[in-house]
T-cell receptor, first 116, second 115 residues
Framework: AQSVTQPDIHITVSEGASLELRCNYSYGATPYLFWYVQSPGQGLQLLLKYFSGDTLVQGIKGFEAEFKRSQSSFNLRKPSVHWSDAAEYFCAVGRQIGGSQGNLIFGKGTKLSVKP | EPEVTQTPSHQVTQMGQEVILRCVPISNHLYFYWYRQILGQKVEFLVSFYNNEISEKSEIFDDQFSVERPDGSNFTLKIRSTKLEDSAMYFC?????????????FGDGTRLSIL
């Protein structure tokens, strides 16, 4: 069965510091991988996605993620965090079903706090 | 940029009552989804919908739940005889047709509170 693990429930970083949020997945074939961000009271905004090809993907707001098949990981990174990045981050996995990725399986999320 | 729109943003309902959550997906999208997020827990898939029928549903999506696309723009989730444990944030999502590498776009959610 598919599953997604985000081992860090809450991370606090200083503004300007680098960030890495961890995501591990369990899936039998090549997964479709996503990172979404949720600000308080808001919906889920897509940060970036991986379907195939280059394992380092660039997203919005200066985020990037690297797919590592050998480690079943898809960690999210940002070189310099801004206060506005404080939010909850969700990793998700999907798979190909016809013309869609089917239902997404989400991790429990990592809440990011940013210190001034 | 086109958005998925959900109404209402907050719905308070007495236990046992029926509730309808509404979504307007992005206009050229053909795949529609409902997810829910119980407070403090992960986002969970409920149902997906394509070509006027359910394409996939989770074990959460029992006979209490139904979905409908009553016209060309709306996509609704109906919960009959609501229970306290139905209290959650409900998200609608949609994705474009064609290849499967079209991401799902989410609305801002409807917070459902069952009293």
């Amino acid at each position: 069965a598919q599953s997604v693990t985000q081992p860090d429930i809450h991370i606090t970083v200083s503004e300007g510091a680098s960030l890495e949020l961890r995501c591990n997945y369990s899936y039998g074939a090549t997964p479709y991988l996503f990172w979404y961000v949720q600000s308080p009271g808001q919906g889920l905004q897509l940060l970036l996605k991986y379907f195939s090809g280059d394992t380092l993907v660039q997203g919005i707001k200066g985020f990037e993620a690297e797919f590592k098949r050998s480690q079943s990981s898809f960690n999210l990174r940002k070189p310099s965090v801004h206060w506005s990045d404080a939010a909850e981050y969700f990793c998700a996995v999907g798979r190909q079903i016809g013309g869609s990725q089917g239902n997404l399986i989400f991790g429990k999320g990592t809440k990011l706090s940013v210190k001034p | 940029e086109p958005e998925v729109t959900q109404t209402p943003s907050h719905q308070v309902t007495q236990m046992g009552q029926e509730v309808i959550l509404r979504c307007v997906p992005i206009s050229n999208h053909l795949y529609f989804y409902w997810y829910r997020q119980i407070l403090g827990q992960k986002v969970e898939f409920l149902v997906s919908f394509y070509n006027n029928e359910i394409s996939e549903k989770s074990e959460i999506f029992d006979d209490q739940f139904s979905v409908e696309r009553p016209d060309g723009s709306n996509f609704t989730l109906k919960i009959r005889s609501t229970k306290l444990e139905d209290s959650a944030m409900y998200f609608c999502a949609s994705s474009a047709p064609g290849r499967s590498n079209q991401p799902q776009h989410f609305g801002d959610g409807t917070r459902l509170s069952i009293l």
